[in-house]
């Protein structure tokens, strides 16, 4: 995938979300909300000065950034402003 965001924009990829509670209760596919971090695989010239880095995962707004399909996988575009944090 060549993809390279312009500006403060960063291309994440949503980590998958857990399909059973600690107690083993299964969660069924319809019930699951989209993650809410991912893993940053592109960053723009400014996002990088803001320290965000390819490979950082990080949390992000519920309604945040622009989902894009490419190469069938789903990904998520996002504003650098729109990231909460970084997790290390």
Do not use: C, H, W
Not at 6 to 16: D, G, I, K, P, T
């Amino acid at each position: 995938m060549n993809f390279q965001p312009l500006a403060n924009r960063v291309l994440v990829e949503r980590e998958e979300e857990t399909t059973t509670t600690k107690s083993g209760i299964i969660i069924p596919d319809n019930a699951k909300e989209k993650p809410l971090q991912g893993k940053v695989l592109a960053v723009g010239p400014d996002a990088e000065e803001e320290g965000i880095r390819v490979g950082d995962i990080v949390v992000f707004g519920k309604y945040a950034g622009t989902d894009i399909v490419l190469e069938d996988n789903e990904y998520l575009i996002l504003n650098s402003d729109d990231i909460l944090g970084i997790l290390k």
